[in-house]
């Protein structure tokens, strides 16, 4: 069935890269999603990944994708106070046919100064 | 970014009273979603929404949940007969013909008595 899992925590120092992982199950989600959301917050979307792709940079933010052990990362360089939320994971299977989102467990990531 | 309101922001309700929750996208779209996150738990799809129809649900989404579009702006969430375990954060999405990309609200709040 559709999974999406990540680890609960992860907790960092002001100025180190953070690594958040996520593993899916879904091989034929076409785009892998990455969203935040602070505390009372939505969901706000991040970057997302298309599935012939293996990384994407954006800014701060770099997607790794391993489509082989479906294994998808987000690195955030240079961690900030401002980056302290919940992150989520989402994959999107085409088989749906309304590209709905399977969402990951979220993992709260703790910046310390 | 496609911005997407949400109304109310804190919804507290009695068991066994009806609800409905609202969400406002501001440009024309397509797609709508229904998502819930009860605390501490995943974000879990409710329904996709379509030309007017349904196009997707969950087993989540029972006979107490109805959709719709009455005036071809606001999309909303109907839960007939709330119960206690309906309390969750919940979430309206919208997605772009042509885009994968679901933009979210900033949710609404529900609290079941």
């Known amino acids: 069935g559709e999974d999406v899992e990540q680890s609960l925590f992860l907790s960092v120092r002001e100025g180190d890269s953070s690594v958040i992982n996520c593993t899916y199950t879904?091989?034929?989600?076409?785009?892998l999603y990455w969203y935040k959301q602070e505390p009372g917050a939505g969901l706000q979307l991040l970057t997302y990944?298309?599935?012939?792709?293996d990384m994407k940079q954006d800014q701060r933010l770099t997607v790794l994708l391993n489509k082989k052990d479906k294994h998808l990362s987000l690195r955030i360089a240079d961690t900030q106070t401002g980056d302290s939320a919940i992150y989520f994971c989402?994959?999107?299977?085409?088989?749906?046919?309304?590209?709905?989102?399977?969402f990951g467990t979220g993992t709260r990531l703790k910046v310390l100064a | 970014e496609p911005e997407v309101t949400q109304t109310p922001s804190h919804q507290v309700t009695q068991m066994g009273q009806e609800v409905i929750l609202r969400c406002v996208p501001i440009s024309n779209h397509l797609y709508f979603y229904w998502y819930r996150q009860i605390l501490g738990q995943k974000v879990e799809f409710l329904v996709s929404f379509y030309n007017n129809e349904i196009s997707e649900k969950s087993e989540i989404f029972d006979d107490q949940f109805s959709v719709e579009r009455p005036d071809g702006s606001n999309f909303t969430l109907k839960i007939r007969s709330t119960k206690l375990e309906d309390s969750a954060m919940y979430f309206c999405a919208i997605r772009q013909q042509g885009s994968y990309e679901q933009y979210f609200g900033p949710g609404t709040r529900l609290t079941v008595t």
């Open positions: 879904d091989s034929s989600s076409t785009y």
């Open positions: 990944i298309f599935s012939n792709m």
């Open positions: 989402a994959e999107s299977p085409t088989t749906s046919g309304t590209y709905k989102y399977i």
